[in-house]
């Protein structure tokens, strides 16, 4: 059975640095992508960013420039590093992964999971 944790949240100050990991555990055949996402009260959950596969990445636009995404070979860990952190930062932040085997991939065709979250904070 396939599982996510996340760890690294915390609180951290603007302008400053915070490091999110998430491992991965479980099959990894079939494996599409993986990514990070945010959610705050009251609003739908945003895809921060996610990394294909083949290790092409996709940023937000409000994270770009600062947010790096990162995957290691073995596809155990995903890591997000954050920098110039800014107080609309602040969510809970999770780990998602999308598995699919087909050939043209389109929203719902595959089977995905998510961890439980990890809340960052970001105080001025």
């Known amino acids: 059975q396939v599982k996510l944790v996340e760890s690294g949240g915390d609180l951290g100050q603007v302008g400053g640095s915070l490091s999110l990991s998430c491992s991965m555990s479980?099959?990894?055949?079939?494996?599409?992508?993986t990514g990070w996402y945010r959610q705050t009260p009251g609003q739908e959950r945003e895809l921060v960013a996610q990394?294909?596969?083949?290790?092409?990445?996709k940023y937000a636009d409000s994270v770009a420039g600062r947010f790096t995404i990162s995957r290691d070979s073995g596809m155990n860990t995903l890591t997000l590093q954050m920098t110039a952190l800014k107080p609309e930062d602040t969510a809970v932040y999770f780990c998602?992964?999308?598995?699919?085997?087909?050939?043209?991939?389109?929203?719902?065709?595959?089977?995905?999971?998510w961890g439980k979250g990890t809340m960052v904070t970001v105080s001025s």
């Open positions: 479980g099959g990894k055949n079939c494996l599409y992508s």
């Open positions: 998602n992964v999308i598995w699919f085997c087909g050939v043209v991939y389109s929203p719902g065709s595959g089977a995905e999971i």
């Open positions: 990394i294909s596969r083949h290790g092409v990445t």
